[in-house]
């Protein structure tokens, strides 16, 4: 039998719309400020995509694109600048930065109130200790995206491949908060696709493409796919298509759910992106959280 399709487009879509509707409720439209050094490729994909989607949810969109080569004081600077703006809310340096810049002690000059990435101490924290604070996106993303599909996650068993400070590491506490049993396995992981098998939730988040196959897969499970890998295909129009970490046409037979890529997490980073930043401008104004969020 062939896996239910997980719609992360149309589940982020339907975030999106209730954020939209929030927003003109609230004593002014919150304000996301995103930071852009240098001129990855991808990275200014992703940025326009924020910049557009921060518009099109009827809140401010602020982008500072900065040269390659700018200095640690330089960024810093402008940090501090936006931290000290009350009309920002949400601050989001993109990531990966130019090599010649310390990227955590970057992440490390954002007011933790505005870090809607969830990636400074400060929200790591907060995350470990339960209390309330901004968590990461994309593992945000896929706790949504398993309720879903599968409503209560009370006890379910939950296998995360990767231990990445972005997304399994975040990920094992939101779905330990869910009250799953979870597992963290990385590189090191003695027999993967036997532990794997054992998932009930099963999340591939190591960026090695289609590594995941049907043999990691316990019968109707549900199967969350954080990888987005770019491989050479001379038969796709650029001469390369994007894959996730799992092999979704050898999964799919075995899985009940699984999420395609693109179209699975991706779209729900960004939506919870935007989620974060009303919620930082709830917190920081003491405005109550608009109902549905
Ligand atoms: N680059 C790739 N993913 C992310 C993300 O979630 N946040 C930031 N800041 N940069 C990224």
């Known amino acids: 039998m062939s896996a239910r399709l997980i719609d992360g487009k149309a589940i982020a879509a339907a975030l999106r719309q209730r954020i939209a509707a929030a927003v003109p409720a609230l004593p002014r439209p919150p304000a996301l400020a995103v930071v852009l050094v240098g001129d990855d490729p991808a990275s200014q994909v992703y940025v326009r995509n924020k910049a557009r989607q921060t518009r099109a949810a009827g809140m401010v969109s602020i982008e500072h694109r900065l040269p390659a080569d700018t200095a640690q004081e330089a960024l810093a600077a402008l940090l501090q600048g936006l931290n000290e703006d009350d009309a920002v809310d949400g601050i989001l340096v993109q990531l990966p930065l130019p090599a010649h810049l310390d990227e955590a002690a970057i992440i490390g000059q954002i007011d933790p ?146 999420t395609p890529v693109p179209g699975g997490v991706g779209p729900m980073t960004i939506a919870c992106l935007l989620r974060n930043t009303v919620l930082a401008a709830c917190a920081r104004k003491g405005w109550p959280v608009p109902e549905g969020l």
């Open 113 to 258: 109130d505005k870090d809607v990435d969830g990636l400074t101490e400060a929200n790591a924290g907060r995350l470990v200790l339960n209390r309330p604070g901004l968590r990461p996106c994309t593992p945000t993303g896929c706790v949504i995206l398993a309720r879903d599909t599968l409503g209560d996650l009370t006890g379910k068993n939950c296998v995360i491949v990767g231990r990445s400070i972005l997304v399994g590491k975040p990920a094992a506490l939101l779905f330990l908060q869910e009250n799953c049993t979870v597992t963290i396995a990385h590189s090191r992981t003695r027999d993967l696709p036997a532990l794997c098998r054992t998932a009930d939730i099963l999340i591939a988040a190591v960026g090695r493409p289609r590594m995941i196959g049907a043999d990691f897969i316990k019968p109707g499970a549900c199967v969350i796919d954080v990888g987005i890998n770019r491989i050479e295909d001379s038969a796709a129009e650029k001469g390369c298509r994007l894959v996730g970490d799992v092999d979704f046409e050898a999964a799919r037979k075995a899985a009940g759910a699984i």
